[in-house]
Structures are given as C-alpha cells and as structure tokens.
C-alpha cells in the first residue's frame, strides 16, 4: 500500500512538471506580447477630451519642462486644451535608444513603442543625454531629444512628427518629404494658398529648387522663437483634425476605450506582433511609400504611409546643417502599427513605383476586435 502511495504521488508529480514545461512552451513561442506591463503606469500631466497626445519617456520634472515649454510657443499656446500631455519615468521604464551611424540618437525602437501603449500617444518623445554634437532626430511620430540641445530643439522636432515638415535651410543631399507643405516650388504657389495676405516668400527649403514662407523659424534655426505664418496655419489644421476626430471602431474621442482594452498589430518587416495597448495615432504616421489592409473578401479597409524621412538636428552657434534623409534599411526597420478592428487580414507595402513590394498575414494571430 505503502509503494502504491509513492508510485501514485510520484506520477501526480511528473502530470505537474509536464503541465508547467508545456505551458513555459507555449508561452516562449508566442508571437503576442504579454498584457501591458504592470510595472508601467501611464501619468498624467496635463489631460483634456481629444487633441493631440504626447506622452514622454522621462521624469516628471523634465516633461514638465518640456510641455511648459511647448505651450508658449504659437500655436501650441493657442491649444491648451486640445494638447495633452503623459510620462513615463525612468524609474518604470528605461529607453531603448542607440546612436544612428554615430551621429544621432534614435530612439525609434519596437521595445519603446510599446512601453509608450500604456498612454495615448500620438507623439512620444524620449529625452537622452548626449554630447552636444550627437543630433536630435524626429522618425515617424517619435522624436528622440539630446537634452544638451536647447528646448527649441523640441518644438522643431515635433514640427517633423505633427505636420511632416521638411527642413527650411539649404541641405544638399537632402530628400524633400513628400507631402511636405511648408516647401513650395515658387513664390506664386505660396501666393496662392488659403489665407496668404501676409505670407512671404524665399529661397531655399531643403534644396536650392524650394521656397519657404517665413525668413528664419523654427524649421530654419533653432534660435527661432516662432514658426512662420504658413507652418503655423499647416500646424493648426492638424491640431484641429486630430481634435475632431474619432477612434478606429468609430467611437466618439470621449467614449475611447482605456488603453489596457485596445490592441494593434506591430509590424517590423515580415515580423507581426500583438500588442496590447494603445496603437500610435495614424493621422501622424508619414512616410514615402504606402501600405494597404485588406479584409479576407480582398477589400482593401485601411491605407497608410511607411518608409518616413529620418530627420537630424544639429546645434551649433550659427544654422542647422544637418541632412534628413531615407535611412539605412539595414540599420533602420521601418515600423509600421496598425489597430486591430476586427477585419484586418493582409498588409501589403508598395514600393515607390506603387508595385507591391511584400505582403504579411495578419489573420490568426489572435487580434480581437476591441
């Protein structure tokens, strides 16, 4: 009876290792990321109905420093409640940043993008500490700050990730982003737009071929303190889109649900990943080529850009010199993320000739409609 007992206790024993091993298994081998983690708690700052979001990953003190500082520049100054403003300290979360061939911080990173879903993000800035000659750089809706820069580094930077402004000084080499509308062919061009009374005209807007509205602002010198009449028209119509609109699911701002019950897809090339969290905000995803979603019927359901501009900024004593250019893909993966509504199955990206240039399953990774 006794041996009988052992035996019997014995193989209950094995069942549980077996059972847990399987279950680690299961777990290693899942492409889905883990619900958000509960180290990680998105704080508040400054938060209104709607509008922009921008979370920081940073200390309380500095993202203080850095809104504040936002908030007094025009027409920043004129939101004050369509802006809102979170963080992530370093004490929760430590940023995944590294240098992009030496010169500029990047900070554009999967791990980043995630620990930022805890908050609504439509911009997310990362402060890090560089030398002064290591550039500021801005990547889709991501801007990564040197703090040895001076605050007006911020505002330039996030002139790139709300409005996908091209530079405004003369850069060889430079790509000239598409879309960009703070860079015009000629004077008459800029002469004809909306509200133009006061609008000025001259040369060089990334290229020697463009004109800039404003003679030196903020996307010229970092010694600027405004924009410009037409860069701060082209800001406010963003500020008013991203105010008026509503969710994926087409909730009303308002009625959005918390962060903790919305997903997205996280694609890194053929690389699909299932957050939990809130998807960065998609009317500030730019880039050079295009990508579609399409429902198992074939129809196409969302569109969007990828392959975004990489822009540097430099600070010296006299112009910004610094390129913005197409990144090495081999350094660089573009990220693309999309929310999950329940009818995504293919995503498929174009090259720039609009020939479709890779297709990636979605369906079957385990997305639920939120």
Do not use: W
Not at 115 to 128: F, G
Not at 157 to 170: K, P
Request: with cysteine; glycine share 6%; aromatic share 8%.
């Amino acid at each position: 009876m006794k041996k009988r007992t052992i035996l019997l206790a014995t193989f209950i024993a094995i069942c549980l290792i077996v059972s847990v091993s399987a279950l680690l298994i299961v777990n290693a081998n899942t492409n889905n990321s883990p619900p958000i983690n509960g180290q990680i708690t998105c704080h508040a700052l400054k938060e209104n109905p709607g509008g922009i979001n921008i979370v920081f990953l940073a200390s309380e003190e500095d993202a203080k420093k850095y809104s504040d500082y936002l908030l007094t520049i025009v027409p920043f100054s004129e939101y004050r409640d369509k802006l809102n403003f979170y963080y992530i300290p370093p004490t929760e979360y430590k940023a995944d940043c590294s240098l992009y061939q030496n010169i500029a911080v990047l900070c554009n990173s999967k791990e980043n993008i995630k620990a930022a879903s805890v908050c609504p993000n439509d911009i997310r800035v990362i402060l890090v500490s560089k030398p002064a000659s290591i550039r500021s750089s801005a990547l889709k809706g991501t801007l990564s700050l040197n703090t040895e820069h001076p605050l007006q580094v911020f505002a330039h930077e996030i002139g790139h990730g709300i409005a996908y402004f091209a530079e405004e000084y003369l850069s060889p080499g430079s790509t000239l982003p598409k879309g960009a509308g703070n860079c015009l062919k000629n004077c008459e061009e800029i002469q004809n737009l909306p509200n133009s009374k006061n609008y000025g005209c001259y040369p060089e807007c990334t290229t020697s071929d463009y004109n800039r509205e404003f003679p030196e602002g903020i996307m010229r010198t970092l010694h600027a303190e405004r924009y410009g009449n037409l860069d701060e028209n082209l800001l406010r119509e963003k500020i008013e889109k991203a105010s008026q609109k509503t969710t994926v699911t087409g909730l009303a701002i308002g009625d959005e649900k918390p962060c903790s019950e919305q997903q997205f897809y996280l694609i890194e090339g053929s690389s699909v990943e299932l957050v939990q969290g809130c998807p960065p905000g998609e009317d500030f995803q730019y880039g050079e080529s295009a990508y579609a979603i399409t429902n198992e019927e074939g129809e196409i359901t969302t569109t969007g850009q990828t392959n975004p501009v990489l822009f540097t900024t430099d600070y010296s004593d006299g112009p910004i010199t610094a390129p913005s250019v197409l990144p090495d893909s081999n350094e660089v993966q573009s990220v693309i993320t999309v929310p999950v509504t329940g009818d995504e199955d293919t995503l498929t990206i174009y090259d720039e000739r609009g020939n479709p240039a890779l297709q990636v399953l979605l369906r079957g990774t385990g997305a639920r409609p939120c």
